[in-house]
Nanobody, 116 residues
Framework: QVQLVESGGGLVEAGGSLRLSCAAS????????MGWYRQTPGNQRELVAV???????NYADSVKGRFTISRDNAKNTVYLQMNSLKPEDTAVYYC??????????WGQGTQVTVSS
């Protein structure tokens, strides 16, 4: 069973930076999208950033210009570089890898807390 393991979350002051990592326990074939989502208590999980078909990156309007998603195929890892963090970025961040639109792999989540 493939597992996605996130890391890099933590507590940071507003204006600071964090880099999240999402590593797969082994290579997963036919991945069509690799994304980061976030969720706050009482709210639905929302898309933050996604790489589609290995190269096209899309971002939520709220993070454009501040967050960057990237991947390292050799390490089976996707990253989310988060700069200029704001208190409203506070959430649990999850990674999701989609396999040919048939199956989604989710990580366990990592907490990001931005203090004002």
């Amino acid at each position: 069973q493939v597992q996605l393991v996130e890391s890099g979350g933590g507590l940071v002051e507003a204006g600071g930076s964090l880099r999240l990592s999402c590593a797969a326990s082994r290579r997963i074939l036919s991945i069509t999208a690799m994304g980061w989502y976030r969720q706050t208590p009482g709210n639905q999980r929302e898309l933050v950033a996604v790489i589609i078909s290995g190269s096209t990156a899309n971002y939520a309007d709220s993070v454009k210009g501040r967050f960057t998603i990237s991947r390292d195929n050799a390490k089976n890892t996707v990253y989310l570089q988060m700069n200029s963090l704001k208190p409203e970025d506070t959430a649990v961040y999850y990674c999701k890898w989609s396999q040919s639109g048939l199956y989604d792999y989710w990580g366990q989540g990592t907490q990001v807390t931005v203090s004002s």
